[in-house]
């Protein structure tokens, strides 16, 4: 399993995993994405800016990561430790759910941290619904650190921020 930038041709694929992850999330009280969010457009505005990758499985998309310098005007309100303009986005990452806990998230994030260090972005930010204990304990267990909290005008709770230094 390879992570590879996503064409406009893995559109469909990525929004059938996100409709499924949005389902396990609500089946579980935690409201990360909703049906208005993530949509076709904005995916494909990813994959035109080279930020939406994929993990295949034998010819499956299994697992997505975006990776962008772009942040919501809600992030400027955080406590940032890296204060230069040298970061990067998760925007978002998701694994099937039947393939959770099976190593592909993980290789998501190491892919994100690699790319990070190779382009010289000195930090990884990202944000995560607050009802989702075992994704905050995951990301702080492999060196993120909590750096405040925001609010989507579209979500119900808040999304607590997170950024580990590369």
Known sequence: MKVQKAT?????E??????HCIEDFNS??????????PDYF??????????????????VCIGTITLTQ?????FE??????????????????VFPSWQKMGVGKKL??????????????????DVASSSDSLIKLYESIGYEFTGEIH???QKEPFKCLEKIV
């Open 152 to 154: 989507y005008s579209k």
């Open 28 to 37: 579980n009280s935690v409201y990360q994405w909703n049906v208005a969010y």
């Open 42 to 59: 904005r995916l494909l505005g990813e994959v035109e800016n080279n930020s939406l990758y994929i993990i295949k499985h034998k010819g």
């Open 8 to 12: 406009s041709d893995n559109i469909l």
């Open 14 to 19: 990525v929004m059938y995993l996100l409709q």
């Open 70 to 74: 772009e942040q919501d005007a809600v």
């Open 77 to 94: 309100s955080v406590n940032w430790k890296n204060n230069t303009d040298k970061f990067i986005v998760i925007r978002r990452i998701a």
């Open 109 to 126: 994030i190491q892919f994100a941290e690699e790319f990070a260090k190779d382009n010289n972005y000195k930090s990884i930010r990202l």
